[in-house]
């Protein structure tokens, strides 16, 4: 009896160990954690950023473009032409990543420049990467900009000082761009780096397109291209000419003769080339002016004087513009 009792005890004990250690049929859920608060990144900028004295890109530009007779100078494909115009419409529509895309893809860098001798002014910089193997030139398109004036310089080392005094003009009237190009005019024997006077050039695809959204969004551009010539090889001429090739129209005409007054205010000669009058710096060929259909070209022609000293030439279109 006692060991049916025992077996008895024992069998409701083991009974009891194993339903306690059963799981449980209907858990009770543990709460969900919580989730961590969400962390908006700071967005980088697009571009890098320079800051220095515009000057100093001039400089560099100069003393590493392909010299005369280098043959140095690189034909841009029509690709090439294509992809810098597309660049051009979007650094315009804010397209930054598109922009600095191109310009990677074709062995250029654009970088936000922040100009310390120019007010501190904020410019996108297009520049070709060093070594410089090509010579298609630099631009620099003004931030934020509604000025309708772009300023040019195609003939840099052959018409010593007009980049200078071009980025001076740019500064001094807030201008929406300011186009340089990368090579002497006679880098190449067969005149093709010579940019003011053939279509097949990236100097050309950036002014047409450019000039053309520009035309568009203001109602006339105004593009003042500037060259450099010695008095002692035209003698009798003013210091300043306005070259308005064959077909100049009335507006073209008037505003170089609103700047020609404000010259004089400034005690500097100026003439303005319609038909045979100072015809040797007419400006007849010019590439740029060509395609320029709608807007407002003026070729201006300077002297050694004035390209050394231009605070007479800046002050007076500071004049006209600020007007």
């Known amino acids: 009896m006692r060991i049916l009792y025992f077996f008895l005890l024992l069998l409701m004990i083991l009974t009891l160990s194993v339903v306690s250690c059963s799981p449980r049929l209907n858990p009770v859920p543990s709460p969900a954690p919580s989730p961590s608060p969400s962390i908006t990144p700071t967005p980088l900028p697009v571009l890098d950023t320079i800051t220095g004295s515009f000057q100093n890109q001039i400089s560099s530009l100069e003393n590493d473009m392909p010299r005369s007779r280098s043959e140095g100078y690189v034909i841009p494909t029509h690709q090439e032409q294509e992809d810098f115009a597309t660049l051009i419409s979007r650094i315009n529509t804010h397209d930054l990543v598109g922009a600095a895309t191109l310009a990677t893809r074709n062995n250029y860098g654009l970088t936000y420049y922040i100009d310390q001798s120019g007010n501190e002014a904020i410019s996108y910089l297009l520049r070709e990467e060093k070594p410089i193997q090509k010579g298609w030139g630099l631009y620099a398109f003004r931030k934020d900009s509604t000025s309708n004036i772009i300023i040019e310089a195609p003939h840099p080392l052959y018409d010593r000082r007009t980049p200078s005094v071009a980025l001076d003009i740019y500064r001094a009237v807030d201008a929406r761009a ?81 700047i020609k007054e404000a010259l004089a205010a400034q005690g500097i000669s100026a003439g303005v080339c319609v038909g045979d009058t100072l015809k040797a710096l ?37 004049e006209v513009f600020s007007k």
């Open 178 to 258: 300011l186009l340089i190009a990368g090579a002497h005019r006679h880098a190449n024997r067969d005149g093709s780096a010579d940019v003011a006077h053939t279509s097949e050039s990236i100097f050309q695809s950036v002014h047409m397109a450019l000039s053309q959204e520009l035309q568009a969004e203001a109602g006339d551009v105004i593009i003042l291209q500037i060259h450099g010539f010695h008095s002692t090889r035209h003698k009798g001429y003013p210091e300043v000419v306005f070259g308005l090739g064959k077909n100049a129209q009335a507006k073209e005409v008037a505003l170089a003769e609103k």
């Open 282 to 318: 007419c400006a007849e060929t010019n590439a740029q002016s060509a395609v320029t259909k709608e807007g407002i070209f003026l070729h201006i022609e300077l002297d050694e004087k004035l390209r050394k000293e231009d605070s007479g030439v800046v002050a007076a279109l500071v």
